[in-house]
């Protein structure tokens, strides 16, 4: 059996000292939340179909490309040209830079034409993005309906909150059950139909609890062009790009606190 | 010597069953029908230019539009394309549905649709269909009324349409396994010049297991039933009771609660 460390020692007197906090927050709101909103020195991963890194909307943020692909019967990630299969990670890799314009961004291609969606890959890249990224905070507008993946996924959306990753994960526009999208460790994302991309709403009633801006979304497509799209695949990158100069400005909190922080300043806060 | 008499009544029902497989060809299965008539819904209530639904086309990674109706539908049918590209390839490789307005922008988007179908959309609804062991096609929207501006309930409404569509298809496949499943029967006793009544079991059951490979566990279940029929008359009503249970589960949507 691993070794386990004392759970309780973290706590203990003479180790108290070194659970350095930051103060009591005083009030929330988004100026303070946001900082600068740059979003400088952080990175975004984004686990999608490639991201284009010459387009305008991306800014020459994108720092690093990689593929899932098939090496006999596993799945390796490998180097691979900084480009998209559908538009569709360029999109949200846009929607990113718009909210967090300083921060770098690492495209994770999980789509191609040897793996036709499959769950093996999704769940590569996921790992991937969480141990070898650099990334803060990863964006899955993707998501998996396989039952077969469900504990994989889950131990992976655990792995990425005990690491200081922030998942954030869009739900699926059909009300199917798809993973990692209704884990707690994550935060969870639909499209609302505010016409506003500084608008989000927290909803208190799990596992779906945030909404941002997902219908006609005017993003980023391929070969530099621009599209107007829907679903929630759009809205999750809004919510990753303020989750981005969240961290960016407060660089020692952790998931769950800026999961709380953008409840505190969402549009229906009190 | 004249030849067995049950040989040449399982030549006769291999002839029936060869009839009966032609016959479904010619004429499409009951499940295409209601495909269509889904399509023409859809058409009706989105009152849209097209709407078409394509399916994975065999062994190549590639999508085929199996029907379409709507004024811009009519020349879709047959049509391909690579199931892992564009908007359409997106929505069947990952399960999320999309939908895009002013596809004119993309020119790339353009020039291949318009070689293909003569028929260049400004908006696109997409909605995969979702079968129990993933995607097995796409639902496709073409040009709804107004100014292809998306609501909140377009991609819903859109979905229980893709749902009606998959209903349809696993029953086309049921009809077309069926008739699969008596040819490959016949063939193992054919063969097999001591069948019995064991050995037709077992060939059925082994046939059965063959078609499972891309039905999930239909026909494995379908195979317990039939050899349930022959239990008691009490196990049979549980049997029965068990499978509209399930039934009934079935045709609920889908739960949002966990599930393993």
């Not at chain 1, 979003?39 to 991306?58: F, K, N, W």
């Not at chain 2, 993309?106 to 003569?118: K, M, S, V, W, Y």
């Not at chain 2, 009324?145 to 979905?159: E, F, I, P, Y």
Request: charged share 20%.
């Amino acid at each position: 059996m691993t070794e386990l460390p004392a759970w309780g020692e973290a706590f203990a007197a003479g180790a108290r000292d070194s659970l350095e906090r930051h103060g009591p927050w005083g009030p929330v709101d988004r100026a303070w939340a946001f900082g600068d909103g740059s979003g400088r020195g952080l990175r975004v991963a984004i686990v999608d179909s490639g991201v284009e890194a010459g387009h305008p909307a991306v800014g020459g943020h994108l720092v690093e490309s990689v593929a899932v692909e098939r090496r006999g019967e596993v799945w390796e990630v490998v180097s691979t040209s900084p480009a998209d299969v559908v538009g569709h990670g360029t999109a949200c890799a846009g929607i990113i830079h718009a909210l967090a314009p300083e921060a770098d961004l690492v495209s994770i291609r999980v789509l191609g034409a040897d793996n036709r969606g499959n769950g093996g890959a999704f769940a590569t890249g996921l790992l991937w993005a969480i141990e070898a990224s650099g990334a803060s905070v990863v964006n899955l507008s993707l998501s998996s309906r396989s039952d077969a993946l469900f504990g994989p996924l889950h131990e992976l959306a655990d792995e990425a909150y005990f690491r200081n990753v922030l998942l954030v994960s869009a739900a699926n526009n059909v009300s199917v059950a798809s993973y990692p999208s209704l884990y707690a460790a994550v935060v969870s994302v639909a499209a609302h139909d505010v016409p506003s991309a500084a608008t989000w709403f927290y909803n208190p009633r799990p596992p779906v609890e945030f909404g941002a801006y997902g219908l006609n979304v005017d993003v980023a497509w391929l070969g530099g062009m621009r599209m107007v799209v829907t679903g929630n695949s759009f809205a999750a990158p809004h919510i990753a790009g303020y989750a981005a100069r969240i961290r960016a400005a407060h660089p020692d909190i952790t998931p769950f606190e800026v999961k709380a922080i953008l409840a505190a300043t969402a549009d229906n806060a009190r | 010597m004249s030849e067995p008499r049950e040989a040449v009544v399982l030549h006769a029902l291999e002839e029936v069953a060869a009839r009966a497989a032609a016959a479904g060809r010619l004429e499409p299965p009951a499940g295409e029908a209601v495909l269509r008539s889904v399509v023409e819904a859809a058409v009706a209530l989105f009152d849209a230019q097209a709407v078409s639904i394509a399916l994975p086309d065999g062994e190549a990674d590639r999508l085929v539009i199996r029907v379409a109706a709507g004024p811009a539908g009519q020349g879709a049918v047959g049509l391909s394309f690579n199931a892992s590209e564009g908007i359409a390839g997106y929505v069947y490789t990952t399960g999320q549905p999309l939908a895009v307005a002013d596809v004119a922008t993309d020119p790339r988007f353009d020039r291949r649709t318009a070689e293909t179908t003569g028929y260049v959309p400004r908006s696109i609804l997409a909605v995969p269909l979702l079968g129990e062991e993933g995607t097995i096609g796409v639902l496709e929207v073409l040009d709804r009324r107004g100014d292809g501006a998306t609501g909140l309930r377009d991609l819903d409404v859109a979905s229980l349409f893709a749902r009606q569509a998959v209903v349809a298809l696993r029953a086309s496949h049921i009809e077309r396994d069926a008739a699969e499943l008596l040819r490959l029967t016949l063939a193992r006793l054919a063969a097999d010049p001591d069948a019995d009544r064991a050995s037709i079991d077992d060939a059925v059951a082994a046939v059965a297991a063959g078609l499972d490979e891309d039905d999930g566990r239909l026909w494995a279940l379908a195979d317990a039933v039939a050899r349930a029929r022959r239990a008691a008359p009490d196990q049979v009503a549980l049997v029965i009771e068990i499978l509209d249970a399930l039934a009934r589960r079935g045709s609920r949507p889908a739960p949002r609660s966990f599930r393993r």
